[in-house]
């Protein structure tokens, strides 16, 4: 048994951009399985840009972390203790383990993985939570048909890299837009984008968007918010679709941004603009984590995994994400899958 237990707790809301002090690494004896429980070793932790909404003391669609709590989170880990008639020890399973090393669960909302099929790290990326956001955020509610453009903004993070290469999957024309020429490079040369750009040396959005987007956009997959969007209303078709994914652009924002007030296209060229939430497809993840593994292994998807290692880390991995350090999915390696 393990004697203690590394855990990262939120030591202060975070003000604006988050930085390390906000965070505190405690150690605690290492939790003992009770009857019907599993213990899991972690072995990668997921940093995602909602947990940052969850820092701040408001009411959301999540309850917030308390000062003082383990930061909660996407994990994937090894059973090394069951009580649970549905595990057995060895078996890798994903849930809500948090930022922490070793975690208790009652076996509720925890997958187990079959390693044969892929990595088991991508159980927090392309076969986890931002692959099947991309799934369903595109496919239902963007409904993109072939040949029509679709712009995907945050393009090169976990769930935005996924949504592009869907849309090419469906014969689109896609248009990336990231934050560094690095970036543009893997979408075009590696996933297949038809065009994207990076928004940190483009002075003129609209103007780039008009020229990589000559027959205007019919689907627009947001995941930032703030001048990009602004800048791709300005151009989409009649009957476009906009998909509202994430609004990253906002959630360090110390007070509400005001920006050109965009209803007014949604009007003039009869669009809907409609946002999600990715548990709201719950009762269909089966169906779309079927079609993603299915496409990877026909070798249609691509995936790119970053990793920080240490839990002690996991603050710098999800403060470095925020910041765009990340190509694809960011995650934190905890400890050896071996162990
Ligand atoms: N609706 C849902 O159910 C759901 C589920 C999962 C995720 N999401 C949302 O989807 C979006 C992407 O999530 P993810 O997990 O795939 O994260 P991610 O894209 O892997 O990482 C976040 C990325 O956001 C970009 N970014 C940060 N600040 C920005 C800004 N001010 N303007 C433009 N881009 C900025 C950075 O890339 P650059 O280098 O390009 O700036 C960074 O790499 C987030 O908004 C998230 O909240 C929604």
Redesign the pocket.
Known sequence: MPPTNKQVTLAARPSGMPKEPDFKLVETPAPQPGPGEILVRVLYVSV???MR?RMNDVKSYAPPVQIGEVIGGGAVGKVIASQSPQFIAGDFVEGMFGWQQYAISNGKGVRKLDPSLAPVSTALGILG??GL?AYF?LLDIGKPRAGETVVV?????????IAGQIAKIKGCRVVG????DQ?VAWLCDELGFDAAFN??TTPDYAARLEELCPNGVDVYFD????A?TDAVFRHINVGARIV?????????AEKPETGPRLLGHLIVKQARAE?????QFASRYAEGLKQMADWLKQGKLKYREQFVDGIENAPRAFIG??????????LVRVADQQS
Do not use: H, R, W
């Open positions: 995602d840009p909602y909404g939570m931002p956001t955020g903004s945050g393009a090169a993070g976990a769930v935005g890299s837009i990231a934050g560094s970036k928004y940190k995941n930032v918010g703030g990009i509202v994914c994430g609004q990253i652009a906002q959630y360090n946002g999600f939430l990715i548990f994400m925020l910041q765009g350090e990340n190509t694809g999915k960011q």
